[in-house]
């Protein structure tokens, strides 16, 4: 299944299921992680409410086990510090669990994954957005040795399904979007600059992915993720951004050999 970016491998389903790609993310992960412990909390919290409902229900002022009890004032002689401590660090841990679950995911996305170890496995694009449209442009020359009839390329090279070659400073404003499989894919992401467009909000949004970035005027951002599966995608723009915002469409075509 195609995943979003390298920590997404661990969550990929090994018996090939159907459901797209876009459940195999971190916040799946967490979501599943998050109800899972809810459950167990809920449950674990309900009972004990349940029994001490029952166990302790009210009596008649007559019980003998009254007895000393003073409205008001706590009985020290029934205090459990054992069970006081377990109640305070159990819960404390478990959510300290949670918050380091959930701080490794905002990491993992907002952490540029580019290093100058591997430039050879990162594939450069700036996302241009304009209204209402997407310009791509390409900042790796990319050398295409063979291909077969179906446009599958050996290697770790890859062509468009026509055939077209993908030079450095390649410029794409037809609506299609074309990436290396298996490559670190490291988007930027602005808007059309140039003073012939409003300075309006746009958002680059794959939602087989289900990754989205936003385009501000005069802001430059960016994305990365990792193309696993050949295929065509749609992309949309995630921002109203004006009257022909439906209008804003794309395909991502992810090309070349992808393993396995």
């Known amino acids: 299944m195609p995943t979003v970016n390298?920590?997404?491998d661990s969550a990929q389903n090994e018996g090939g299921s159907s459901v797209g790609p876009a459940d195999y993310t971190i916040f799946t992960q967490l979501m599943v992680t998050w109800n899972f412990w809810s459950l167990v909390v809920g449950i674990f919290t309900f009972v004990l409410m349940m029994y001490l409902v029952i166990r302790f229900k009210e009596v008649s002022p007559d019980d003998p086990k009254l007895d000393g009890i003073t409205p008001g004032v706590f009985p020290k002689e029934r205090d459990n510090l054992t069970l006081e401590l377990t109640w305070f660090i159990v819960?404390?841990?478990l959510v300290l669990?949670?918050?380091?679950?959930?701080?490794?995911?905002m990491i993992t996305v907002w952490v540029d994954p580019y290093t100058e170890e591997n430039p050879n496995d990162?594939?450069?694009?700036?996302?241009e957005a304009y209204q209402w449209g997407w310009n791509?442009?390409?900042?790796?020359?990319?050398e295409v040795t063979t291909m077969d009839e179906n446009g599958t390329v050996n290697l770790t090279n890859f062509v468009t399904p026509t055939g077209m070659e993908i030079k450095d400073g390649a410029m794409g404003f037809d609506g299609n979007l074309y990436?290396?499989?298996?490559?670190?894919?490291?988007a930027k992401i602005k808007t059309l600059d140039d003073g012939s467009d409003?300075?309006?909000?746009h958002a680059p949004f794959i939602p087989e992915w289900a990754i989205k970035e936003d385009a501000v005027p005069g802001i430059e951002t960016d994305m990365a993720f990792t193309p696993r599966e050949s295929g065509t995608y749609d992309l949309f723009c995630a921002e109203y951004c004006g009257q022909q915002h439906s209008m804003m469409l794309a395909k991502v075509h992810v090309v070349?050999?992808?393993e396995a």
């Open 6 to 8: 390298n920590w997404n």
């Open 91 to 93: 819960p404390t841990i």
């Open 97 to 105: 669990y949670l918050t380091f679950i959930a701080w490794q995911s």
């Open 122 to 127: 990162t594939f450069e694009i700036t996302i």
């Open 136 to 142: 791509f442009y390409y900042h790796d020359a990319i």
């Open 179 to 186: 990436l290396p499989c298996n490559k670190l894919v490291k």
């Open 198 to 201: 409003l300075p309006v909000l």
């Open 256 to 258: 070349g050999e992808c």
